[in-house]
């Protein structure tokens, strides 16, 4: 398996401006996990879905973000409108039911910043 | 709720020397422990964990750590450190019944000097 895949690996934008965010889990995984990382906060978890539904999205800062997970092999995060604060790497993960959440496989992450 | 307390933000050590990577946790029920490693410009990956029976558990590359519920630690410790190890690692929980979430500390960056 190829892992967890995340797109764009960076993106650059503007204040004020959409911002999508892809992840692709591992096949078979029905958990998936989207956290934050910045260096004043460390590692955050932002939402997590389990068979596509959403679980506990808690830990979404604002309105302004937004997570949907329309299959099982497809998750978007989007911040609409985007902010210099957002700026932070944002990673996916994912792990099997089974296991709970005994393993979580992340992403290579996406950078972004925003200007 | 469950908090966990990583005691040194940064820990340089030299080639071949030993090293411990502190870690505290806060739990009012019981819990499952971790130990992530992220190396530059990646994302984190599971290094060991402790579900339950012996209290050492090891990595494949050298990593131990040891559960202690009296001092509610899981330190982290590696006898003899490489070059290769340079990364930063983070210790987690979970609840053993109930939320399928990890709880992360704020990490430590190991670095490894020549």
């Known amino acids: 398996d190829a892992g967890v895949i995340q797109s764009p690996r960076h993106e650059v934008t503007e204040m004020g401006q959409e911002v999508t965010l892809r992840c692709k889990p591992i096949?078979?995984?029905?958990?998936l996990f989207w956290y934050r990382q910045t260096m004043m906060r460390g590692l955050e978890l932002l939402i997590y879905f389990n068979n596509n539904v959403p679980i506990d999205d808690s830990g979404m800062p604002e309105d302004r973000f937004s997570a949907k997970m329309p299959n099982a092999s497809f998750s978007t995060l989007k911040i609409q409108p985007s902010e210099p604060r957002d700026s932070a790497v944002y990673f996916c993960?994912?792990?099997?039911?089974?296991?709970?959440?005994?393993?979580?496989?992340f992403g290579p992450g996406t950078r972004l910043t925003v200007t | 709720a469950q908090s966990v307390t990583q005691l040194d933000s940064q820990v340089p050590v030299f080639e071949e020397a030993p090293v411990e990577l502190r870690c505290n946790y806060s739990s009012s029920v019981s819990v499952y422990l971790f130990w992530y490693v992220q190396y530059p410009n990646q994302g984190l990956q599971l290094l060991l964990k402790?579900?339950?029976?012996?209290?050492l558990v090891e990595s494949i590359n050298g990593f131990e750590a040891e559960f202690n519920k009296s001092q509610t630690s899981f330190h982290l410790r590696k006898p003899s450190v490489h070059i290769s190890d340079t990364a930063e690692y983070f210790c987690?929980?979970?609840?053993?019944?109930?939320?399928?979430?990890?709880?992360f500390g704020q990490g430590t960056r190991l670095t490894i000097n020549p």
């Open positions: 987690a929980v979970s609840l053993i019944q109930g939320a399928q979430k990890l709880v």
């Open positions: 402790y579900l339950s029976g012996s209290t």
């Open positions: 096949s078979g995984h029905d958990y």
């Open positions: 993960a994912s792990s099997l039911g089974t296991d709970g959440v005994l393993e979580q496989y």
